[in-house]
Structure formats: structure tokens, C-alpha cells
């Protein structure tokens, strides 16, 4: 599909460039070595991706790709409109080619199994959205740290609205993590960071979004698929079109599927026959991310990461691979308590602002948090905000306030000046790979700086020297 060689362009922090994003929602995150502003994963093609830097993903990141291919022309007055009812607004917006490629689309839709009757009753519905491309291609230029994320992701508000959702769901919650052995504060926690425990579940009409992107034609393969999926949901009786809201970009319900992951994983927890998860019971859709964390290999429990300490006079040159928590005690990295972190199984240690931030021994099951959204930012706001659900309190750690997120053009400036100074980075593409990592170790460690493998401000400031 489309899709593949757009995130073939994109590496996930510290991941091969050629890797595929293979998280729940991998249109929405490209996994990207950067996360931009925060904005409620409602909103977003992404809900939120990214890591140390931040960004709307695949926006800010294939620029080049979005230019090469021509957008449909929004052609004022249009006469051409798929609806019958559609208003006058539809009727300027509405592109040429929409109701063609509706009918295209009702082929391939049929050949896939989808019936006549389904597909003609929901296209009733059907408009096509200018919103939704405006959104598709905003392009986002403000970027966040890891800790300016968390101080959104996981503020106070959020975590006293987290306490009081898992009291009041306690007994469901309860219920989900006994039959899926998934930690039910972290369950919690993604409700939270999805959608706000549901108060941002989207209010965009989902076959009418995907139609449009589908239409758009920039992932149109990916998008089809996933409209397939809506159609055959909807001819199945899951909700009615009607109920079928979410995202701008797709995902829907309490904690954001996208069709194809929801006919994969999605469960009726309930018991009324319907895997309901865009109703205000948010018993289905809690089952249904619970039941794809076990799928994706969740240890029960294992927690997903513990925030350390690191002795002064670390070694950084230590850091790469996974140790036992008591190797790594070995080290000097202990807990917060001054303990060493019980062994719970192999840990690696992540250090989102380099030497100078809060720091973690992160466990499988961080990876598995992943799988949801392929970003160390999500996965550690899903995990800090799961700890400060059961009572756990802030991060030991403050991050370092003189840092900021980095710009594409500051990224690639740092990587054409490592190159230049011969510390091959290769290639000059703004996505801080393991490469990047290496060459920034390289360059700090002979220039006499903490080799943290960190690209931040400063250091861009000292290869200008
Ligand atoms: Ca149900």
C-alpha cells in the first residue's frame, strides 16, 4: 500500500530508517524522531507522535513526498457533488472526480465484500470534508521537548480527572485487567491520553473522513482499506453510521482505532453482541485496547519503566544495549528510593533530554505501549501518567529548562555540520536516527562534552563555533 513507502521515508527514533511503523494506528504515526505541539490525539491524524523533538509526524517530515504529488483542485461552484442533500457549502467544496471516484471506489468496495445495499445506504451519508484536507496537510513548525510533552500529556488536571475516571470504572477496569492480565492503570492512562477519558473522542463523521482522504489520494490505497473496514463494520451492526464518529483522520472512539486494527482486536466486553467502542460506556473500547496491548506480548506484571538516578561521573558510553536491573545497579543507576530496580526483566536505559533530564530503566512492555503509538514520548506519558493514576507522584527528576525542541532545519544543520566535521551521520535528513545518535557521541566525546548521544540547542550552538 501507499502507505509503506511513505513510512519507509521514516524512522522512529533510533529505529532502522527501513522499519515499518506497525502500531496501532501507523497512518497517524509515522514514527518520527520528533513530536511537534501537543494536540488531544482526537485531533490528530497522530494522536501524538514522537520523541525527544516533536512534530505532526509525517507532516513536517515528507515534505518532499507531499510536493510531488498533485492535490485534487477544490473547484469553487462546482456542479459535481455526491450527495443528493448535500448544502451549498458541499456543493463549493465538493472536488471534480469525487462522485467518479465514488463510483470506482463502490466496486472495489463490493469485490471486497462489502454489499450493495451497505455501501449505497452509508454514501447517503457520505461528504466529502475540506476540513479534513485542510488538517491532513497543516504542516507544523512549533516543536516540544519530552518534557514539555509530559507537562501537557500528563499535567495535574489530567491526572486528577485519571483518579477520578479509575475510581468511578474501577469495577470494569478491574474486570478488563483480570481477563487480559493488562495493568488497568495504564489502561486508564491511554483512555486519558487518547481522548481524555472520552471527552475528545471526535466529532467528524468516520466514512466521511475517510472518503475524503481516500479521495485525496495522497495515501489513498491505505485509506480505502480502511474505509472497507467501516463498511463492512457498519453492515455487521457494530453502531450505525449515524454513532460513527471520531477523528478527523479515522480513529475512532474512546481510545482512537483505526478500522483495520478495531476488526483485528476489538472485543465485545460487554456482552450485548456488539463491540461498541464508540458508545459512552467505554467498557468496550478499554477491553479492546487492553485486549491489542496483551496481543501485542504485554508481561503481566511488569511495569513498563522505573525513573533512575544516575551516580555522578556516569560512564555514557555505557548506555546502549539492555542489562538486568541489578547490572545496571552495578553502574550506579538506582531507583529513586536509592534501591536498585527489582529485575523484572532486561531494561535499557532512556535518556530523553540526555544527561541532563529525568532518566528511566524502561522494560518490554514500554515497547509493547508502543505498539499503540510508535513514540518513547507517548509510551512514557502513558507510563508516568499510569503511575500517577495509582498515586505515584511527580517525575524526581527536573528537565532542563534551557532546552527546547529543535526545528527540521535545525536538525539538519546539526547533521550537515557533524558530516562536514567528519562524523558521518548518514545522511542529511532531519530524522535523528542511530546514526545521528552515534555521530553527536562521537563529536561530544572528542570535544570534551557529555557524550549523551543528545541533539539539543546546545550542541547545535557549539558545532556553530
Ligand atoms: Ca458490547
Do not use: C
Amino acid at each position: 500500500m501507499a502507505l509503506v513507502s511513505i513510512l519507509a521515508l521514516l524512522s522512529p527514533e533510533g529505529r532502522a530508517a527501513d522499519r515499518l511503523d506497525h502500531s496501532l494506528r501507523p497512518v497517524a504515526r509515522p514514527g518520527t524522531a520528533q513530536l511537534s505541539r501537543f494536540v488531544p490525539a482526537a485531533e490528530t491524524a497522530a494522536g501524538i507522535a514522537g520523541a525527544t523533538l516533536a512534530v505532526l509526524g509525517r507532516n513536517s517530515a515528507e515534505p518532499a513526498a507531499r510536493a510531488a504529488i498533485p492535490r485534487p483542485r477544490l473547484r469553487p461552484a462546482s456542479a459535481v457533488h455526491v450527495a443528493q442533500d448535500a448544502g451549498a457549502a458541499d456543493l463549493d467544496v465538493t472536488p471534480d472526480g469525487f462522485v467518479a471516484w465514488t463510483r470506482a471506489f463502490r466496486g472495489r468496495a463490493l469485490a471486497a465484500g462489502v454489499s450493495g445495499r451497505t455501501f449505497d445506504r452509508v454514501f447517503q451519508e457520505v461528504r466529502y470534508l475540506p476540513e479534513v484536507v485542510r488538517l491532513d496537510g497543516r504542516q507544523s513548525e512549533f516543536t516540544k521537548t519530552t518534557g514539555q510533552y509530559l507537562e501537557s500529556a500528563v499535567s495535574d488536571t489530567r491526572v486528577a480527572k485519571g483518579s477520578e475516571k479509575a475510581r468511578e470504572y474501577d469495577g470494569t477496569l478491574s474486570a478488563i485487567q483480570s481477563a487480559y492480565g493488562v495493568d488497568k492503570r495504564v489502561v486508564a492512562a491511554i483512555w486519558g491520553m487518547e481522548t481524555n477519558f472520552g471527552g475528545h473522542r471526535g466529532n467528524t463523521h468516520t466514512p466521511s473522513a475517510l472518503a475524503t482522504l481516500a479521495f485525496d489520494g495522497r495515501r489513498g490505497a491505505f485509506f480505502e482499506a480502511q474505509l472497507i473496514e467501516v463498511l463492512k463494520i457498519l453492515e455487521r451492526g457494530d453502531t450505525t453510521s449515524e454513532n460513527m464518529k471520531g477523528s478527523w483522520a479515522g480513529a475512532m472512539g474512546h481510545t482512537q482505532f483505526m478500522p483495520t486494527s478495531y476488526q483485528s482486536y476489538a472485543v465485545d466486553f460487554t456482552g450485548d453482541g456488539r463491540r461498541d467502542i464508540w458508545s459512552d460506556n467505554p467498557a468496550d473500547a478499554l477491553a479492546s485496547t487492553a485486549a491489542y496491548l496483551n496481543r501485542m506480548g504485554w508481561v503481566s506484571g511488569m511495569p513498563w519503566g522505573r525513573e533512575v538516578l544516575l551516580p555522578s561521573g556516569f560512564d555514557f558510553g555505557s548506555v546502549a544495549g539492555e542489562r538486568m536491573p541489578s547490572d545496571w545497579a552495578r553502574l550506579g543507576v538506582r531507583g529513586t528510593d536509592g534501591k536498585a530496580v527489582p529485575d523484572f526483566g532486561s531494561a535499557r536505559l532512556l535518556l530523553p533530554a540526555g544527561a541532563k533530564g529525568a532518566a528511566f530503566l524502561v522494560f518490554k512492555n514500554f515497547d509493547v505501549i508502543k505498539r499503540y503509538n510508535n513514540s518513547d514520548a507517548y509510551a512514557l506519558g502513558v507510563g508516568h501518567l499510569a503511575d500517577r493514576i495509582g498515586g505515584a507522584g511527580p517525575l524526581r527528576t527536573a528537565w532542563p529548562q534551557e532546552d527546547r525542541g529543535l526545528k527540521r532545519e535545525e536538525r539538519e544543520e546539526i547533521q550537515a555540520r557533524l558530516t562536514h566535521a567528519g562524523y558521518s551521520t548518514g545522511g542529511v535528513d532531519g530524522r535523528i536516527g542511530p546514526n545521528t545518535v552515534s555521530a553527536i557521541r562521537s563529536y561530544q566525546r572528542s570535544s570534551g562534552l557529555t557524550p549523551d548521544g543528545y541533539p539539543s540547542i546546545a550542541l547545535l550552538k557549539h558545532l556553530r563555533r
